[in-house]
């Protein structure tokens, strides 16, 4: 059974970093692209960050460019999302989803996937 487990959030301040990691198992994670997503409370969820299949691609939304850094842990089988300079508007609940696609293409944009994990908070505040 495909399984996606979030951790690594929790309060830090403004101009803080945290490192958010996505446990996967009953797949490999070099297989498929994972995305990183955030809902803020009465926002819509938003794609923040995606790694295609063995990272030949990355993307990243406007927002978190120069911030923030996907990559893969092969060996744990975790992607990890690297949260740098962190702003009060980053504050959101995280989560790691895929829907085993090659690339971060129509489903990462339109937030359509298969599975997702359950979240981890993530606040920024003094």
């Known amino acids: 059974q495909l399984r996606l487990v979030e951790s690594g959030g929790g309060l830090v301040q403004p101009g803080g970093s945290l490192r958010l990691s996505c446990a996967a198992s009953?797949?490999?994670?070099?297989?498929?692209?994972i995305g990183w997503f955030r809902q803020a409370p009465g926002k819509e969820r938003e794609g923040v960050s995606c790694i295609s299949r063995s990272g030949g691609s990355t993307n990243y939304a406007d927002s978190v460019k120069g911030r923030f850094t996907i990559s893969r842990d092969s060996a744990k089988n975790t992607v990890l999302l690297q949260m740098n300079s962190l702003k009060p508007e980053d504050t959101a609940v995280y989560y790691c989803?895929?829907?085993?696609?090659?690339?971060?293409?129509?489903?990462?944009?339109?937030?359509?996937?298969?599975?997702w994990g359950q979240g981890t908070q993530v606040t920024v505040s003094l």
């Open positions: 009953g797949f490999t994670v070099d297989y498929y692209a």
């Open positions: 989803a895929t829907t085993r696609r090659v690339w971060c293409d129509s489903w990462y944009v339109r937030g359509e996937s298969d599975y």
